[in-house]
C-alpha cells in the first residue's frame, strides 16, 4: 500500500530552526510536495522536490532523497505566524497525489 | 499561480437536506478538478476527480449518488451532499493542478450538518 508518514506535533521556539520529516512509500514517483495549512484554511503550496537534493526559498527549505524516500521542511527564523499544520504529499506514478496526516507546529515565544 | 474561488465558505443545514458547494477557476481554465474532504486532525481525503464534460471519478468508498458531481464548463465544478447527515460535517476542499508541478486549492467549505 502507499503510505506517508510524518510527526503528529511539534513544538520550536519563536527564532529557531526545525526540521520537519517525512519518509514515504508510493506506487511510482513523481515529485513531493509540502503545504502549510493554518487551521480552518485550504493549503498553501510551499515547495515541490522531484530531483535529490536541497530546494531553498527564502526562510524554507525543502530536501529530497528519492533513494531513501525521505524529505524534509526547514524552516528558519521561526516566526509566531508559522505556527500550522505542514502537510507532506507525493505524487505517484499515475500522477495522483498521497497526501501524509499532517505535523502540527506550535512555536512558542 | 491559478485562482481558485469556493464557495459557500462555511453552511450548515438540517440534516436530510442537501448542499452545494461551488468551485470556480477563475484564471485557469480546468478540464480537471478534486473535491478533497479533510475531517479534524486528519489528511486531505480524495473524494474524486472531476472532469469536464463527463462523469467524475469517484475514489474507493465514496458514494457517488450522495455526492453528485458536476463539472460542466472549463471553470466551474460542483459537488453537491445529497441527504445530508451529521457524519458528513466536514472540511471539503476542491483543487486545481496546473501541469504536474501544483495544485491551487479552493478556501475550503465548512459543512455542519445538525
Known amino acids: 500500500g502507499q503510505n506517508i508518514d510524518q510527526p503528529t506535533e511539534m513544538t520550536a521556539t519563536e527564532g529557531a530552526i526545525v526540521q520537519i520529516n517525512c519518509t514515504y512509500q508510493t506506487s511510482g514517483f513523481n515529485g513531493l510536495f509540502w503545504y502549510q495549512q493554518h487551521a480552518g484554511e485550504a493549503p498553501t503550496f510551499l515547495s515541490y522536490?522531484?530531483l535529490d537534493g536541497l530546494e531553498e526559498k527564502g526562510r524554507f527549505s525543502s530536501f529530497l532523497s528519492r533513494s531513501k524516500g525521505y524529505s524534509y521542511l526547514l524552516l528558519k527564523e521561526l516566526q509566531m505566524k508559522d505556527s500550522a499544520s505542514y502537510l507532506c504529499a507525493v505524487m505517484d506514478s499515475n500522477y495522483q497525489l498521497i497526501w501524509g496526516a499532517g505535523t502540527k507546529l506550535i512555536i512558542k515565544p | 499561480g491559478a485562482v481558485v474561488s469556493q464557495h459557500p465558505s462555511w453552511v450548515i443545514c438540517k440534516s436530510g437536506t442537501s448542499v452545494k458547494i461551488e468551485c470556480r477557476s477563475l484564471?485557469?481554465?480546468?478540464?480537471?478538478m478534486f473535491w478533497y474532504r479533510q475531517f479534524p486532525k486528519q489528511s486531505l481525503m480524495l473524494m474524486a476527480t472531476?472532469?469536464?464534460?463527463?462523469?467524475?471519478?469517484?475514489e474507493q468508498g465514496v458514494e457517488k449518488d450522495k455526492f453528485l458531481i458536476n463539472h460542466a464548463s472549463l471553470t466551474l465544478s460542483t459537488l453537491t451532499v445529497t441527504s445530508a447527515h451529521p457524519e458528513d460535517s466536514s472540511f471539503y476542499i476542491c483543487?486545481?493542478?496546473?501541469?504536474?508541478?501544483?495544485?491551487?486549492f479552493g478556501q475550503g467549505t465548512r459543512l455542519t450538518v445538525v
Open positions: 484564471d485557469f481554465q480546468a478540464t480537471t
Open positions: 522536490n522531484v
Open positions: 483543487s486545481v493542478r496546473a501541469g504536474d508541478t501544483e495544485a491551487f
Open positions: 472531476s472532469n469536464e464534460g463527463s462523469k467524475a471519478t469517484y
